[in-house]
């Protein structure tokens, strides 16, 4: 039977443990060797509501942590010189703390700086000193003769407890001075190896910071090198590692606050593959210290101040990570580090538990890189021979690659994908022979794709120039649910002589992994399976989009929303796509209705999820009380297609919804706008007004309207009297594409082997300078040679 005592007892420490405050209310209550069973069920328990989130396991987690630890090393709260504070660095990381705290997050910092402030304001003390002394002395002649050699004056030493206890005060008041700005209070909480040691202060910290970050309040926590017991070798106590340094201390209260986020910060990027002077050393943008290969990792230089070391770093981060809290080592004097920390972008090296699959993507983009400069050296007739083989591939293993992507279907069905993406997803016979048709067509006209002189001129005797054709260079292509769009890339991508990354879908997983080592296996014979790479994921994207040094050019293919993220975050890299495919087709005044008709449905329904497909019938309003819009819109309902009436068309309805529909929407699906218009002209401004400058077609008896129509629409593909669902790379007679272009720079359209190109000029001579046409020796000619 429980007593009344004990069931009071446990009563009150269920309240502070579900409470997870310090109240003194109800630790008075407690009998004092109960009070540490209080703060152990609280901490257990943790102090956000709701359970801990998941440790992050890849950077675009990293936007969903709540609290952050900031550690900041010495090197990035000091000068150059060591000697005080550089407050330009500490203001701006002040404000990115600020920002965070304002976005709800709960930012914890560990700060260094205390013996760097102290030593600067001890150093004036002692400048001042010695004067004195020195003065002293001059009105006291050594006892040996006023012309006796006066004692040298030294400066006492100073002592770096005695640094940290001078400066901790005005590193403090920096700290309270800069987060006032921005309406944030601070607290100074000071610790040392002990408060570790001691379970009992060890749950007075817990608490303490837990108090002050529900009060909004930003806690600055600092080791006390002012009484700090000298530091001892690393000791491994059950999972304890010893606080020596403000890395391990940091560690050390991320864990015991419940931190999702521990960010380090000093004056090295992060963890190299090599020395960081070194040619061939590169920056791990991802780092798991639990793979094979985490015990043949480089540490990198020690910063220049401070008594952590890289080393220190990763032994602290690592231990971080094993007890439930991801990592980021970054270089504090960037700029927006924290910020584009939390955003996922590519700062510094991440820490994760889930080893990286496959080669890093570093290590691809540079092998495509070689692999395409060795793939330009093959000749035409090569190059079409491992396309004709990858045509064959997909024959040959029809029945394997059927069941892999049967596989993804499934798996799409279950998670409730959608019909149209559905269609996208899918493989059958009809097109993977469609596939190997359009390869074999790519492969057969691309014998003489690279090396083609464009152009010919005579500059003067014995010297001619030749512009000619030679590959953009390494390609990064992502694209959504089509896994047939693999083999045709990558076949466009070898005939022009470019290495190529691809990026497919999640939801094609299957179907893209079968595919991919089809067209490795096409590459093995001339050794170059690795020129083409098959990124296995997502996240990896964020570090692509920055590798300009290897990527050439990008080319999402998919959703807008996907084509605008890319183009956001891609910053150094050409993007070449489309942002939204709103395809018009505009049926005019004089026209054939039955052929109004079969176009109409066949532009909206033989492939709705398609970017060229119809997103807006523009009718001319002479029809609107004529049969031919009531067959048309009678056509539309019965293959299943919702229709949403215009501005326009919605004031001339009797009857309709209330709401007229976006001119600027891309439906994706068996829907689609109608809205009329008075005249031909008014199509060609409705176009150009809400178009995107894909696909827009005319349906019309007239040769002048449809000769202005395709001169004036302001788009990529512009037809007369036909389907918009033609403008496809394979319809066009390019074999395939990689994507759909509206930019209005380089290539425009359907981008073929011919959108893969660049030229470069190159000058044959025999010997002349520019001093010889200077002084009349040589005249210019510039004579055009036939090509």
Known sequence: ????????????????????????????????????????????????????????????????????????????????????????????????????????????????????????KLRQEAAMSMSMRQNLSNLNPHKNGEGAKQQQVR??????????????????????????????????????????????????????????????????????????????????????????????????????????????????????????????????????PLSPDGTKIIIGDKSRVGVGGMDNKVKAASWALKNGVSVVICNGCEEKAIINTVKGKKVGTFFTKTPSEGTPVEVQARQARDGGLQLQALSGEHRSAIVNRLADLLLERKNDILDANQLDVSNAYSEGMSQPLMARLLLNDEKLDTLAAGLRQIANSSHNALGRVVKRTKVSDSMELQQITVPIGVLLVIFESRPDALPQVAALSICSGNGLLLKGGREAFHSNKILHSLVQEALKPFALPETI??????????????????????????????????????????????????????????????????????????????????????????????????????????????????????????????????????????????????????????????????????????DDNAEKFLKLVDSACVFKNASTRFADGYRFGLGAEVGIS????????????????????????????IRDFNDGTCQYLHENLPV
């Open 1 to 120: 039977m429980i007593s009344a005592r004990t069931l009071c007892h446990h009563q009150l420490v269920k309240c502070y443990a579900a409470t997870r405050t310090t109240s003194a209310s109800v630790l008075r209550c407690l009998p004092h060797g109960t009070r540490t069973e209080a703060w152990t069920v609280a901490s257990q328990r943790g102090y956000s509501e709701g359970p801990k989130p998941k440790v992050p396991e890849v950077r675009s987690d990293l936007t969903k942590v709540k609290r952050v630890v900031v550690k900041l090393g010495s090197a990035v709260i000091t000068r150059e010189d060591e000697c005080g504070l550089a407050l330009g660095r500490l203001a701006s990381i002040v404000e990115q703390v600020a920002e965070l705290q304002a976005q709800g997050r709960e930012m914890v910092m560990v700060t260094s700086g205390a013996v760097a402030f102290g030593k600067q």
């Open 155 to 288: 400066p006492p030493s100073l002592e770096p407890r005695a640094c940290a206890a001078a400066g901790q005060s005005g590193l403090m008041y920096m700290y309270d001075s800069m987060f006032s700005q921005y309406g944030l209070k601070t607290a100074q909480v000071l610790v040392t190896k002990p408060d570790f040691q001691n379970e009992y202060s060890r749950q007075n910290l817990r608490s303490t910071l837990s108090e002050l970050v529900a009060l909004k309040i930003v806690p600055i926590i600092n080791a006390n090198d002012a009484v700090a017991p000298p530091p001892e070798p690393d000791k491994d106590l059950a999972g304890v590692i010893s606080v020596k340094d403000n890395d391990s201390l940091a560690a050390r209260l991320a864990v015991d606050v419940g931190a999702e986020l521990l960010i380090i910060m000093s004056d090295v990027n992060g963890l190299y593959t090599a020395p960081p002077g070194l040619p061939d050393s590169r920056l791990l943008n991802t780092f798991c």
């Open 533 to 702: 790479g098959l990124v296995s994921r997502r996240e990896d994207i964020t570090d692509l989009v920055h590798m300009h040094e290897y990527i050439d050019l990008i080319i999402p293919r998919g959703s807008a929303q996907l084509i605008r993220q890319i183009q956001n975050e891609s910053q150094h890299i050409p993007v070449l796509g489309h942002s939204e495919g709103i395809c018009h087709v505009y049926i005019d005044e004089d026209v054939d209705p039955e052929m109004a008709i079969r176009i109409v449905v066949d532009s909206k329904c033989s492939y709705p999820a398609a970017c060229n497909s119809m997103e807006t019938l523009l009718i001319h309003n002479k029809h609107r009380q004529g049969p031919l819009f009531d067959q048309i819109c009678e056509k539309l309902r019965n293959e299943g297609v919702d229709f949403h009436p215009g501005p326009k068309l919605s004031k001339l309805l009797k009857f309709g919804p209330s709401l007229s529909a976006s001119m600027k929407t891309e439906y994706g699906a068996m829907e689609c706008a109608i809205e009329v218009v008075e005249s031909l002209d008014e199509a060609i401004d409705h176009i150009n007004k809400y178009g995107s400058s894909h696909t827009d077609s005319i349906i019309t008896n007239s």
């Open 742 to 769: 509206t930019s209005r720079i380089h290539a425009r359209g359907p981008v073929g082997m011919e959108g893969l190109l660049t030229t470069k000029w190159v000058l044959k001579a025999s010997g002349q300078t």
